[in-house]
């Protein structure tokens, strides 16, 4: 089985524990913070539903109407992830504004606050493994259950650390008040899910990191060609895609020229998980006859129709003017 597919179980499988714990507990104590805390966590069980079912979706490979493969699926799910997730935190405040002005007595603050340190340390440990596998596999939607659950994890520890201090004060104003700073936490996370995700739905480029290490990967066979240009980048879902324009010394072979490319398809696919390269070459353009770049002369090589070995063995240093003649 997938792992991303066995992390999305895992993920269905604690929220509904969860879910069932906190909605009786918080019935239980007649506490909206707790309910909110139950209504966070529903939802946070519908989010992960759609992240196992965009995550099985995603996986299929490209067929004749998605050639591009299946990979947005997950960037969509994360949206509807956050969006869910504002929703959760409109409810919640909506339940917690009547109780500003008239706050009712919890009860049973010992159970609600086994229920939260468990939530708490349960949600620890599966956001954890959450993130970790949609780091290493790119995958959008899990990374957004990841951060469901993670905020989860504030807010019960501020659910909590709320129990408590009524305990000992009989505050019992403070349960709204937390409950709407837990509306608050959500309102973040849902705003950093739907800024990450809508970003790949409109292409935006990869990180600043990751253009770079594309950049360090190129130069590293700078030796080959003569200089590369129109990088572009984006990503869908897990996946990434870069195409770039390689100049390359004109009197290169066709076999020499798709070796090279190939070369570098396979570096950056091993050093990048999920990438999708397309390289366009270019001959390099002399200028009055001459390739500034490697001093070719076009018009000797024309007229001396020089064997593909001789071309292949010219190298060039980009953007440096070489040495040895071509």
Not at 4 to 25: H, M, P
Not at 88 to 111: F, N, Y
Not at 305 to 314: A, I, K, L, T, V
Request: aromatic share 4%; net charge negative.
């Amino acid at each position: 089985m997938d792992e991303k597919v066995k992390v999305a179980r895992l993920s269905i499988a604690s929220n509904t524990l969860l879910t069932a714990g906190k909605l009786t507990a918080g019935v239980a104590m007649n506490s909206v913070g707790v309910i909110s805390e139950a209504i966070h966590s529903g939802l946070d069980l519908v989010a992960a539903l759609i992240a196992y079912f965009s995550v099985l979706q995603s996986s299929r490979p490209a067929d004749d109407r998605h050639l591009y493969g299946h990979g947005k699926f997950e960037n969509v799910a994360a949206i509807v992830e956050a969006l869910l997730i504002i929703g959760a935190g409109i409810m919640i405040i909506v339940e917690a504004l009547p109780r500003l002005t008239d706050p009712h007595q919890v009860h049973a603050l010992g159970w609600g606050a086994l229920v939260m340190g468990v939530s708490a340390a349960l949600n620890l440990v599966v956001s954890t493994v959450l993130m970790r596998t949609g780091r290493r596999t790119g995958s959008p939607a899990l990374e957004a259950d990841a951060w469901h659950l993670r905020t989860d994890v504030y807010t019960s520890a501020g659910v909590l650390t709320g129990i408590v201090i009524i305990h000992f004060t009989g505050l019992y104003i403070l349960d709204p008040l937390i409950a709407i700073a837990v509306s608050l936490l959500i309102f973040k996370a849902a705003i950093d899910l739907l800024r990450g995700s809508l970003g790949s739905i409109v292409d935006v480029r990869l990180s600043d990191d990751e253009e770079a290490a594309i950049q360090r990967i190129l130069s590293s066979y700078s030796s080959n060609f003569v200089q590369f240009h129109d990088l572009r980048t984006r990503r869908a879902g897990p996946d990434r895609y870069v195409d770039l324009h390689l100049v390359v010394p004109r009197c290169q072979s066709i076999a020499a020229v798709h070796e090279l490319c190939d070369r570098i398809e396979a570096d950056l696919q091993e050093n990048m998980s999920g990438t999708s390269v397309l390289i366009h070459t270019e001959p390099c353009r002399p200028v009055g006859g001459d390739c500034l770049v490697c001093t070719v002369n076009i018009a000797v090589y024309r007229r001396e129709e020089p064997s593909c070995h001789e071309c292949d063995g010219h190298a060039h240093a980009a953007g440096q003017k070489s040495e040895t003649d071509g």
